[in-house]
Every structure is written in C-alpha cells, then in structure tokens.
C-alpha cells in the first residue's frame, strides 16, 4: 500500500515555492538574495521555482539576485 503522506511532484512544487517565499518575506532578513543563497537555505536546486514566482509576478530577478514584489507582501499583509 502507498504512503498517503508522499507529496506528489506537484505539491513537492508548491511547498518549495513557499518556502521560497517564506525566505523572502521574513521581515528580519527582507533584502535582494543570490539565487545561490535560497539553493543552499532551501536544500535543493530553486531554479523552476524561481522562475514560477517571477512569472506570477510575486519576485523581481536581476543579475542573479531575487527579491518579493510589493504585490506578494500586500498580499501577505492582507491575509493576515
């Protein structure tokens, strides 16, 4: 029988993405960061992930260095 707690791609997706997010909004730390920074903080390759949050437009990307859009963090304001 298959474990019902194994994530599919998908949601393996989504919860990097989050995590991505989530680094990029702590308040503490709030600052462009190097896409090798989220690779090591995340554990793994963020590259397709990256590139899904640019293109809902929630992060900025240039030379290498990412940071959340005013957009992502009303929205996170909203929602709390």
Known sequence: MQDQRTL????????????ILGLLMEPDVQRPWSREEIDREIGSDTTDSLNRLYGVGLIHRL????????????AEEMAN
């Open 8 to 19: 599919t791609p998908a949601q393996e997706d989504g919860h990097i993405d989050s995590a």
């Open 63 to 74: 030379d290498g260095f990412v940071w959340v859009t005013r957009a992502a963090i009303a």
